[in-house]
Antibody
Framework: QVQLQESGPGLVKASETLSLTCTVT?????????WAWIRQPPGKGLEWIGSIYFRGNTYYTSSLKSRLTMSVDTAKNQLSLRLTSVTPADTAVYYC???????????????WGQGTLVPVSS | SYELTQPPSVSVSPGQTARITCSGDALPKKYVYWYQQKSGQAPVLVIF???KRPSGIPERFSGSSSGTMATLTIRGAQVDDEADFYC???????????FGGGTKLTVL
């Protein structure tokens, strides 16, 4: 059974860097699929952040591209997110998810982590 | 930037049919996916590639897409179906992926 678990700091200060890790169990990330980060500000909707393949191919949302870095560590079976120069507007529940890939296009997010709330203090 | 538009809320009585729409300029050429998110939980995929249902999703959930509009239909809606529903798709370039703003479904 594939499971994803996000982990990170309990609180980040404005202007600092937010770093999150997603640990995948029950599936080797190098076996395929893309892996994604999605966030949800409190009381608001979902926002796709970006998707990454185990070989490092990435798609980032244009609104965060200048501050965003995603990476994978196949040895630890983890994916990571790094968002620089955060503001209170980056306060959100951050989810990692597995994303289907058939060789031609990226598809559904079929397995999600439980999410982790990251408040950004001013 | 690309946007998908959903109604903020839909309300039906138990046993009725609920329809949630999602509109976007690229939908004639791009698949739509639908997610159900109950309060305090992670989203769950209920429809993929416009009209396919993952295993474990009840048959009362169905999807369709025509032109620039996609529709999630829940036949015989149940109180347990109350949730926020989000559509998801890609812009015409295939690089940007977006969620709709979400629709709160009330069944009472």
């Amino acid at each position: 059974q594939v499971q994803l678990q996000e982990s990170g700091p309990g609180l980040v200060k404005a202007s600092e860097t937010l770093s999150l890790t997603c640990t995948v169990t029950g599936y080797f990330i190098s076996s395929g699929y893309y892996w994604a980060w999605i966030r949800q500000p409190p009381g608001k909707g979902l926002e796709w952040i970006g998707s990454i393949y185990f070989r490092g191919n990435t798609y980032y949302t244009s609104s965060l591209k200048s501050r965003l870095t995603m990476s994978v560590d196949t040895a630890k079976n983890q994916l990571s997110l790094r968002l620089t120069s955060v503001t209170p507007a980056d306060t959100a529940v951050y989810y990692c998810a597995r994303q289907e890939y058939n060789g031609n296009f990226l598809g559904a997010f079929d397995v999600w982590g439980q999410g982790t709330l990251v408040p950004v203090s001013s | 930037s690309y946007e998908l538009t959903q109604p903020p809320s839909v309300s039906v009585s138990p046993g009725q049919t609920a329809r949630i729409t999602c509109s976007g300029d690229a939908l004639p050429k791009k698949y739509v996916y639908w997610y159900q998110q109950k309060s305090g939980q992670a989203p769950v995929l209920v429809i993929f590639e416009d009209n396919k249902r993952p295993s474990g999703i009840p048959e009362r959930f169905s999807g369709s897409s025509s032109g620039t509009m996609a529709t999630l239909t829940i036949r015989g809606a149940q109180v347990d179906d109350e949730a926020d529903f989000y559509c998801y798709s890609t812009d015409s370039s295939g690089d940007q992926r977006v969620f709709g703003g979400g629709t709160k479904l009330t069944v009472l």
